[in-house]
């Protein structure tokens, strides 16, 4: 659970653009609040069964965060050995899993990260249905899925792929990918590629490639992500982001994390936009489970991205909470 009170200036609480500023108690800042269930049984052999149901909740009011899928972050079943694990069900793309991997935020307010809103595609903004999401919104999650991860030494390769389950129709909606993963000592590399199809010939197209090195009481992190879309027979939207930060364990309590991302979109028809992002976290580890922190955060807008009568720039501070459970 996670709950912040936030001031913003040119944002309003859901971080949409907006003139003036605002006052509320806001979660998911740190962590998105959440809740869930997972097991695993061993099967004997070296086979294991596992399985992760999740739900994401809007802390301040009590209510699911998505009123239309109870287990909206996860609800998947799997089986798994020294061949890899096999995964079914509702799960993050492969995408999202770099993402995940390499973000320089380390997933930090999720809502208003640019590598998991564009990069990792949870909020892409294109207003259609691309894969099997349950949303016009994003693609982040995938339902009717599955997905493979195998391991060979310091590499670990993923292919996932979803089931528009259309009637006379075996490409409506449906979404592949591949990931590759190498990981040895203080280095992580992952890359992804994936393709989601709309239940026409519009498709989306998606890669994200990052990097993660610690050097002492150090992380750097940085990933790029590109992603294309079919908005119409004849319109295409084109996103670049690029994200670097650095995360200083100042002490086994304190954590100082920075990142600067920078996102361009190119549109048929219409001007070049885009905007830069400065997001700065301070937390305080009370215990292993619970956290206090601070953030800061300012945009700055390019060529009209934040829409008429929005502020060219916009700007936050949150103190909050965080506890798991």
Do not use: C
Not at 171 to 187: E, F
Not at 200 to 205: N, Y
Not at 207 to 234: E, H, K, Q, V
Not at 249 to 259: G, L, Y
């Amino acid at each position: 659970m996670d709950l912040g009170v936030r001031r913003a200036s040119g944002l309003d609480l859901s971080n949409a653009p907006i003139p003036g500023s605002i006052t509320g108690l806001v979660s998911g800042i740190d962590n998105t609040s959440r809740w869930g269930m997972r097991g695993v049984e061993d099967l004997g052999g070296g086979l294991k069964a596992s399985f992760n149901l999740e739900t994401g909740i809007a802390a301040d009011t009590g209510q699911p965060i998505n009123a239309a899928k109870y287990f909206d972050r996860a609800s998947w079943v799997g089986l798994g050995s020294d061949w890899g694990r096999v995964t079914a069900g509702r799960q993050t793309s492969l995408l999202a899993d770099t993402v995940a991997l390499t973000d320089p935020l380390g997933v930090r307010f999720a809502s208003f990260n640019p590598a998991v809103a564009i990069t990792g595609l949870s909020a892409h903004g294109l207003g259609i249905e691309y894969g099997p999401a349950g949303s016009s919104a994003g693609s982040y999650r995938l339902d009717n899925s599955l997905k493979y991860v195998g391991n060979v030494g310091d590499f670990t390769g993923s292919l996932m792929y979803a089931f528009g389950e259309a009637n006379n129709s075996t490409r409506s909606r449906y979404s592949k990918g591949a990931a590759l993963q190498y990981a040895r000592d203080a280095l992580t590399i992952s890359g992804a590629i994936q393709t989601f199809q709309a239940n026409d010939t519009r498709k989306l197209e998606g890669w994200a490639l990052g990097a993660t090195y610690r050097i002492g009481a150090f992380r750097l992190a940085g990933l790029l992500g590109d992603n294309r879309a079919n908005t119409s027979p004849i319109a295409e939207t084109r996103q670049r982001s690029v994200s670097l930060g650095l995360t200083w364990s100042a002490s086994p309590a304190i954590d100082v994390t920075t990142a600067y991302s920078r996102l361009g979109r190119s549109r048929t028809g219409r001007s070049d936009d885009g905007y830069g992002r400065l997001i700065t976290f301070v937390e305080y580890k009370l215990s292993r489970r619970s956290k206090v922190y601070g953030e800061f955060d300012i945009t700055r807008w390019r060529n009209g991205y934040q829409g008429v009568g929005a502020d060219s720039q916009a700007h936050g501070v949150t103190v909050g909470m965080s506890h798991s459970f």
